[in-house]
Structure formats: structure tokens, C-alpha cells
């Protein structure tokens, strides 16, 4: 991370000493900060880079703010001149304020959250949850359904409606509106009085109490962010594919991890004969992975390989995101990919991988290092393998 924080130093007197001297005039206030030198803001600029800067968690973040700060920057030259301990703290409220809000998915329609930092504890949009459950895309009807339910639990005494809180959350139209929202309990009593197979369905989601495999296995992936195996493996390799499915299959398939022996077909595709695994994957693997067409292209051929009796799709996936990570610095958001869209340019890919390309590549995101892109991007991961 240190090298990061030398070239944007560097850059920080760079661009004081561009835009300094047609700054120098206005300063003649009193004020404190407006009586510092060119040479002085330099110096102050430089040692702000390097205090504050090095308490971020990863180099990541370091970079993703000083590319914030480098953008306004250049945008308004004049902000050099301020005091940089005063604009950084401004700066760090808002990088910190966006980590402050989450948006998961649920089925593909997305549930958003605030953190109540006094509280220590997140609160869920309930127009979101019941929109969730109820498969509803009409917002006027989520919103009338739960002005009906408020009214039959106001009846009922029920401390559910006295339970929620108005919060500010960000809408489709990029403004934000209070909202009513529950905590993580309220969440939980809400889902119970919709009392219909969909709410349970939910309610194992967010509480992670699936005990299919696949919702035992869903568990696994969330975890794998926290357990720091990702930061081990070697992308691209069939052993990294191997470690993957053993940790999210582990205990789940007793084949979890082990290449498959036997040959296997879905919709009517029959995938590689396994008795060539031998040569086929070392083949793959030697594929290069520099570029984004090389990189969907072993991808491609992984997939057609279909290496393990189950969980596929959900293990290349992951590895796929490694080596975007590894070569490009970019990772997919798979939430920006309609899961229908996905399957057909998939089952198309075999022939002409253009369509696949041409999902993937427009939702490619630097936020590589992120906790909520990669949660969104198992919780689409595992939706895609839904049985509709």
C-alpha cells in the first residue's frame, strides 16, 4: 500500500503546484488555512497522505479513496488550498457513510439496509421485504398491502408497527426518502405474519437457516469472503477450481472437491467425457488469462468441461471473478445480469461466446475487494441454479 500513497503524494504536489499560483490570490482571509504558503500545503498535503491514509484496512480502499479525492481534485483545483486535515475528515465521512448502507438479493429483487451505528445493528426496508416475498414489482400495491397489514396489527396490539423506524434510504431514482424499516427481530415477526411458503423461503434466506444443500452450501460461500482461503489459491488453476468446491460442497458431497469419474448431461448437452479429464483440463488450464476475451474463453471451456457431478456453475463462477480479479483488477457484478439472459448465452457459449461476452463485460466493476458485490454476487450465483 505504500507505493500507492507515494505516487498520490507526488500527484498531490503536482497539482498544487499547477493550480497554486492562481489560487495564491485569493488568499487573504484571515483565516487560518488561507494564510499557508504553496510550499506549506505541499508539506501538509504529504504528511495527511501518508498519517491518514495508511490506517485504511487494505490497499484497495487507499486507492478507491484516492481516486475520490483525486477526482475533486481536479474538478475543483481550488480545494487544494484548504486545510487538508479538514477536507480529509470531510472526505472520510462520505467514504465512510457509503459503507454504511447494503442492498442484498433475495430472488433478484434487492432488499436495502441501513447500519444504526448507536445501535450497533442494521435496519431492513419493509417495503422491500414485502415486495420480496410477495413477488410484487408494483410499488403501489407493496406499499397499500402494508397499509393494510399495519392496520390489522395496530387492532391486534401487535409491538411489530411501534417496532419500526423511519430511516432515509436511497431510491431508483438516485434520491432518498424515509422509509419504515425493521431490525433484524422485526424482520423475522414481519415474515411470520405473511404466512405463506414464500415468507419461510425467505426467512431461511435471511437468517441462513436453509438446510438443503444448497442452502448449507450458500452458507459456505458467504463465508468464504471472512475465511481468507481466496487469498491463497492460484486463479486459473484446476487446483484453486478443486478448493473452491471443496469448501462450498465440504461435508455436503462426499465427492466435494474430486473430479468427476462418471459422464453427465443437462437439457440434453452432454458435457466432456470425463475418461479425457486427464488431458482436457490440463489443456484448459494452460489457456492463457491475460485479456477479458482470453480470460471468458477458459472460463468457457471450464464450463464445458464440467469437471465436478454437481455445483459447477456455482464453483466457476467464483473462478472466474479470481482471475478478473488477478489479471484486470475487476470482478462481474453478477446482479446486473438477468438470470434467463445468462443461461441462454451459457448454453450458447458452446458455439459463440459473443452473447456471454457481451453480458459480462458492461458489469465489470473495480470493487474487487468489496464485501456487499461479492455477497450479491453469491446470492445471484446460487439464484441462477434456482429450479424456476
Same mark, same amino acid.
Given at each position: 500500500?505504500?507505493?500507492?500513497?507515494?505516487?498520490?503524494?507526488?500527484?498531490?504536489?503536482?497539482?498544487?503546484?499547477?493550480?497554486? *499560483?492562481?489560487?495564491?490570490?485569493?488568499?487573504?482571509?484571515?483565516?487560518?488555512?488561507?494564510?499557508?504558503? *504553496?510550499?506549506?500545503?505541499?508539506?501538509?498535503? $504529504?504528511?495527511?497522505?501518508?498519517?491518514?491514509?495508511? +490506517?485504511?484496512?487494505?490497499?484497495?480502499?487507499? &486507492?478507491?479513496?484516492?481516486?475520490?479525492?483525486?477526482?475533486? &481534485? &481536479?474538478?475543483?483545483?481550488?480545494?487544494?488550498?484548504?486545510?487538508?486535515?479538514?477536507?480529509?475528515?470531510?472526505?472520510?465521512?462520505?467514504?465512510?457513510?457509503?459503507?454504511?448502507?447494503?442492498?442484498?438479493?433475495?430472488?433478484?429483487?434487492?432488499?436495502?439496509?441501513?447500519?444504526?451505528?448507536? =445501535?450497533?445493528?442494521?435496519?431492513?426496508?419493509?417495503?422491500?421485504?414485502?415486495?420480496?416475498?410477495?413477488?410484487?414489482?408494483?410499488?403501489?400495491?407493496?406499499?397499500?398491502?402494508?397499509?393494510?397489514?399495519?392496520?390489522?396489527?395496530? #387492532?391486534? =396490539?401487535?409491538?411489530?408497527?411501534? $417496532?419500526?423506524?423511519?430511516?432515509?434510504?436511497?431510491?431508483?431514482?438516485? #434520491?432518498?426518502?424515509?422509509?419504515?424499516?425493521?431490525?433484524?427481530?422485526?424482520?423475522?415477526?414481519?415474515? #411470520?405474519?405473511?404466512?405463506?411458503?414464500?415468507?419461510?423461503?425467505?426467512?431461511?434466506?435471511?437468517?441462513?437457516?436453509?438446510?438443503?444443500?444448497?442452502?448449507?452450501?450458500?452458507?459456505? $460461500?458467504?463465508?468464504?469472503?471472512?475465511?481468507?482461503?481466496?487469498?491463497?489459491?492460484?486463479?486459473?488453476?484446476?487446483?484453486?477450481?478443486?478448493?473452491?468446491? $471443496?469448501?462450498?460442497?465440504?461435508?455436503?458431497?462426499?465427492?466435494?472437491?474430486?473430479?468427476?469419474?462418471? =459422464?453427465?448431461?443437462?437439457?440434453?448437452?452432454?458435457?466432456?467425457?470425463?475418461?479425457?479429464?486427464?488431458?482436457?483440463?490440463?489443456?484448459?488450464?494452460?489457456?492463457?488469462?491475460?485479456?477479458?476475451?482470453?480470460?471468458?474463453? *477458459?472460463?468457457?471451456?471450464?464450463?464445458?468441461?464440467?469437471?465436478?457431478?454437481?455445483?459447477?456453475? +456455482?464453483?466457476?463462477?467464483?473462478?472466474?471473478?479470481?482471475?478478473?480479479?488477478?489479471?484486470?483488477?475487476?470482478?462481474?457484478?453478477?446482479?446486473?445480469?438477468?438470470?434467463?439472459?445468462?443461461?441462454?448465452?451459457?448454453?450458447?457459449?458452446?458455439?459463440?461466446?459473443?452473447?456471454?461476452?457481451? &453480458?459480462?463485460?458492461?458489469?465489470?466493476?473495480?470493487?474487487?475487494?468489496?464485501?456487499?458485490?461479492?455477497?450479491?454476487?453469491?446470492?445471484?450465483?446460487?439464484?441462477?441454479?434456482?429450479?424456476?
Amino acid at each position: 500500500m505504500a507505493h500507492y500513497t507515494i505516487i498520490f503524494t507526488i500527484f498531490a504536489y503536482y497539482l498544487i503546484h499547477i493550480f497554486g *499560483k492562481s489560487n495564491q490570490q485569493n488568499k487573504r482571509s484571515v483565516d487560518r488555512k488561507k494564510k499557508l504558503s *504553496k510550499d506549506g500545503l505541499q508539506k501538509s498535503w $504529504a504528511r495527511v497522505f501518508n498519517r491518514k491514509l495508511l +490506517r485504511l484496512q487494505s490497499s484497495s480502499a487507499s &486507492l478507491e479513496l484516492l481516486f475520490q479525492i483525486t477526482e475533486i &481534485l &481536479l474538478v475543483n483545483p481550488k480545494e487544494c488550498m484548504n486545510t487538508p486535515d479538514e477536507y480529509f475528515f470531510s472526505i472520510m465521512a462520505k467514504h465512510k457513510e457509503q459503507h454504511k448502507k447494503s442492498i442484498r438479493f433475495f430472488n433478484d429483487r434487492e432488499v436495502r439496509a441501513v447500519w444504526d451505528e448507536e =445501535n450497533n445493528k442494521w435496519w431492513f426496508s419493509v417495503l422491500d421485504i414485502i415486495a420480496a416475498i410477495n413477488e410484487q414489482d408494483d410499488y403501489q400495491k407493496t406499499r397499500n398491502y402494508w397499509k393494510y397489514l399495519k392496520t390489522k396489527l395496530r #387492532k391486534e =396490539n401487535s409491538q411489530l408497527v411501534s $417496532a419500526t423506524n423511519q430511516l432515509k434510504l436511497k431510491a431508483s431514482d438516485g #434520491k432518498y426518502y424515509k422509509t419504515d424499516t425493521l431490525d433484524a427481530e422485526g424482520v423475522t415477526l414481519l415474515a #411470520k405474519q405473511i404466512n405463506n411458503t414464500k415468507a419461510m423461503n425467505f426467512l431461511d434466506w435471511f437468517l441462513y437457516s436453509d438446510n438443503t444443500i444448497d442452502g448449507q452450501s450458500k452458507k459456505k $460461500a458467504y463465508q468464504l469472503f471472512e475465511s481468507g482461503i481466496l487469498k491463497t489459491v492460484d486463479p486459473g488453476t484446476i487446483k484453486c477450481l478443486q478448493q473452491i468446491h $471443496a469448501y462450498l460442497f465440504g461435508g455436503l458431497y462426499d465427492f466435494a472437491g474430486q473430479i468427476r469419474t462418471k =459422464n453427465i448431461s443437462k437439457g440434453g448437452f452432454t458435457f466432456a467425457n470425463c475418461m479425457h479429464f486427464p488431458a482436457t483440463l490440463q489443456t484448459v488450464e494452460r489457456m492463457p488469462e491475460t485479456t477479458f476475451d482470453e480470460i471468458m474463453d *477458459k472460463y468457457i471451456e471450464m464450463n464445458v468441461a464440467h469437471p465436478f457431478m454437481e455445483g459447477n456453475g +456455482r464453483s466457476t463462477r467464483i473462478w472466474l471473478d479470481l482471475m478478473l480479479k488477478r489479471s484486470l483488477k475487476r470482478c462481474v457484478d453478477w446482479s446486473q445480469i438477468d438470470k434467463n439472459d445468462y443461461l441462454n448465452a451459457m448454453r450458447e457459449s458452446v458455439a459463440d461466446s459473443t452473447h456471454i461476452k457481451a &453480458l459480462v463485460q458492461p458489469v465489470l466493476t473495480t470493487k474487487i475487494d468489496d464485501r456487499e458485490m461479492f455477497m450479491k454476487g453469491i446470492d445471484y450465483s446460487y439464484y441462477y441454479e434456482q429450479n424456476d
